[in-house]
């Protein structure tokens, strides 16, 4: 670690989280202390970034269990209703036979929005176990989940599709069902909550070492 060049805190300055200009920190603290561009507070690490991602997480992983239990979809057809949910979606579309769909809809709607909840515990728990092992990696797993978060975002605009279309017929009629809410409220959560995560905590450890 010692042939590593000099880090920003290292060398007494302060990154600005919305326009990344560097500024230095005076020798009298930094609390307070306003970007000189574009007047964001400045702080060597984001403010409670631990104690808001765990909360956010575990708001999501609670969200997430109505998001898949009641139904995503209420279809109302001939005198008969019919409520999916995200899984028996993704059955129906196997029964018959439209994979990719099916894929798409579970990738999406099921195996990202999980992925992305265990993505964030293993960092917290990295972080606040002082991880050394793989910090690059993690760094990495940390940008994925930043970019494909949105993406979960696909079963809404499908079903907002499907009510716009159906209910033009007269025959039959879809409705949003109560699970689009808890879900949209899981993406929205989870994409925060890698927001509020300071990826610099990663590496704290292995600065401290070097």
């Known amino acids: 670690m010692s042939g590593l060049p000099a880090t920003a805190r290292q060398l007494g300055l302060l990154n600005c989280h919305d326009c990344h200009l560097l500024v230095e920190a005076p020798a009298d603290g930094h ?14 690490r ?53 994979w990719e769909i099916a894929a798409v809809i579970f990738i999406a709607s099921v195996f990202v929005p999980l992925l992305k909840l265990l993505i964030l515990v293993i960092l917290l728990l990295s972080v606040q176990l002082r991880w050394r092992w793989r910090p690059k990696d993690r760094t990495m797993l940390y940008r994925l989940t930043e970019m494909v978060g949105r993406w979960s975002m696909l079963d809404i605009y499908v079903v907002t599709i499907l009510v716009a279309l159906v209910k033009l017929g007269a025959v039959a009629s879809i409705e949003a ?34």
Request: hydrophobic residues 50%; aromatic residues 8%.
């Open 31 to 44: 609390d307070h202390l306003e970007c000189p561009r574009c007047g964001a507070p400045l702080h060597e």
């Open 46 to 98: 984001k403010p409670n970034s631990l104690a808001r991602t765990w909360a956010l997480v575990l708001a999501a992983s609670i969200l997430y269990i109505p998001a898949n239990v009641l139904p995503m979809t209420i279809t109302s057809a001939l005198g008969t209703t019919q409520a999916d949910t995200i899984m028996s979606g993704v059955i129906y579309f196997i029964h018959s036979g439209s």
């Open 177 to 210: 069902g109560p699970a689009a809410v808890f879900f949209a409220a899981v993406v929205v959560i989870t994409m925060i909550a890698a927001e509020s995560f300071d990826p610099r905590l990663i590496w704290d450890a292995l600065e401290e070492d070097s």
